[in-house]
């Protein structure tokens, strides 16, 4: 076996219970194990406690399906989401299991593409193929979905969905005025009454201070390892942090913050003792912009494979999912919805306007991360985030930041072309 073989394990008859395709699933399933050998495992120096999240991925669609199957089996629900603004708090205090479904890979658009246009986002595209398709058991395993009002691909893609799966929306203002938080405090108020429809239960303030402390740990974790990426030499690659963000959003939430608190410890001795996984002197990169979804390890894999290393990501599977927390210290269920719609609020996604605060987010971030140049990431079609992109653009200028703006989508056809961009913004910061 070589260093860089690695298996997704297969579990052939259990995807046969779920209803899928199983001989292209299995295509796939191969295919994923062939290219996380070869861009993961070929990296040097990478810590042992990745070992876990080598095993998540080897039992992505086995042992955490098991596992789902298993609290399913209990009568609680499986809830799919696209979006870090569904409080999967209110999943959690019911017992149940929240799951990020967004697509990240090429290989279900064509099934998307049978029924949506072409010219939409990619994501939505390959979230959508993978249920048409019958190619993710994570789609076949949940009892309803629930989309958001973010933007239009979305929001009208779930009307489409809604055809092979029980999808719901949650409209999400697109201002932060106060009748704006009004507005979502009610929608949250809805979406805990459906959750507790399907769960048949009630969420008591008790149910719901224990699920707000779990998740928030699971944040507190993810902005321990964060802080940790500032050191330099970069004590862990970014494409090892990505993975972990992206897992943070199927792995069981307690375990998984146990986990990277272990691998934060492992970090910490390697700063105490100077090591790192790239030279000290390697270009350090900060991401902005639309996130990228399980396995879009595409620009990551092209700027560290350069010489350089990411060291935050300014997205939703990234510091836009856990970098506020929910105040703990509220007793009754009212107060909690409030300081949980609080917290949601101040995700500051594009598809609000204005949208300033993202702006000093990104200079906050990129200090705070001692990174050297900001890459912005644009899936294509994404029109809220390409908008947003020129005042961020503005601001890396006004502060003498470098500065690249790429829009790709999930085919490798551009790989060329971003690979002689990238390898020039980084000889730009090398100066
Ligand atoms: S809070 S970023 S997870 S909406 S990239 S599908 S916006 S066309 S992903 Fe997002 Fe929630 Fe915002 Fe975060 Fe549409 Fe843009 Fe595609 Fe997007």
């Known amino acids: ?119 939409i986002c990619p994501m939505v595209k390959s979230a959508y193929g993978f249920k048409a398709g019958r190619i993710c058991p994570y789609f076949q395993i949940v009892d309803f979905v629930y989309g958001e009002t973010t933007c239009d691909a979305k929001k009208k893609t779930w009307e489409i969905l809604d055809r092979l799966v029980p999808t719901y929306v949650m409209e999400i203002p697109q201002m932060k005025n106060k009748r704006d938080k009004t507005l979502w405090l009610e929608e949250v108020k809805d979406f805990k009454a459906k959750v507790e429809e399907v769960c048949k239960t009630s969420i008591s303030a008790n149910d719901l201070a224990g699920a707000i402390k779990v998740i928030n740990d699971k944040r507190r974790a993810l902005q321990r390892l964060t802080g940790i990426r500032s050191a330099n030499p970069a004590p862990i690659s970014g494409k090892d942090a990505l993975l972990i963000e992206q897992i943070a959003f199927y792995d069981e939430p307690v375990r998984f913050a146990q986990k990277v608190n272990a691998l934060c410890v492992e970090l910490e001795h390697r700063i105490a003792n100077g090591e790192g996984v790239a030279p000290a002197a390697a270009p350090r990169v900060m991401v902005s912009g639309t996130p990228m979804a399980l396995p879009n390890w595409k620009v990551h894999n092209l700027v560290e494979t350069a010489g350089a290393v990411i060291v935050n990501e300014e997205s939703c599977i990234g510091t836009r999912y856990f970098k506020d927390l929910i105040d703990e210290n509220t007793s009754d269920i009212d107060s909690q919805l409030e300081v949980l719609t609080d917290r949601y609020m101040q995700i500051d996604c594009s598809c609000f306007t204005p949208n300033n605060e993202r702006v000093d987010q990104v200079l906050k971030e990129y200090k705070d991360s001692n990174a050297q140049g900001i890459l912005h990431y644009s899936l294509q079609f994404c029109h809220t985030y390409n908008i947003e992109e020129i005042k961020i653009r503005e601001a890396c200028e006004k502060e003498g930041i470098p500065y690249l703006s790429i829009e790709s989508d999930y085919s490798p056809e551009d790989v060329g072309q971003l690979q002689t961009r990238i390898e020039a913004f980084l000889e730009q910061i090398r100066g």
Do not use: H
């Not at 052939?12 to 292209?24: A, F, G, K, Q, T």
């Not at 399933?29 to 070992?51: F, H, I, T, W």
């Open 1 to 119: 076996m070589s260093s860089t073989a690695f298996e997704v394990k297969a579990y052939p008859e259990m995807w046969e219970s779920l209803n899928m395709d199983v001989p292209r699933f299995d295509k796939a399933r191969q295919m994923l194990g062939e290219v996380y050998g070869k861009m993961y495992l070929s990296q040097p120096d990478r810590p042992q406690n990745m070992a876990y999240f080598d095993e998540m991925i080897s039992e992505i669609f086995g042992g955490r399906i098991k596992e789902m199957l298993d609290v399913k089996k209990t009568g609680k629900p499986v809830v799919g989401t696209f979006c870090v603004y569904i409080p999967e708090e209110i999943v959690v205090a019911a017992g149940g299991i929240c799951v990020g479904l967004c697509g990240g890979s090429q290989g279900p658009i064509p099934d998307a593409e049978k029924i949506l246009p072409r010219n």
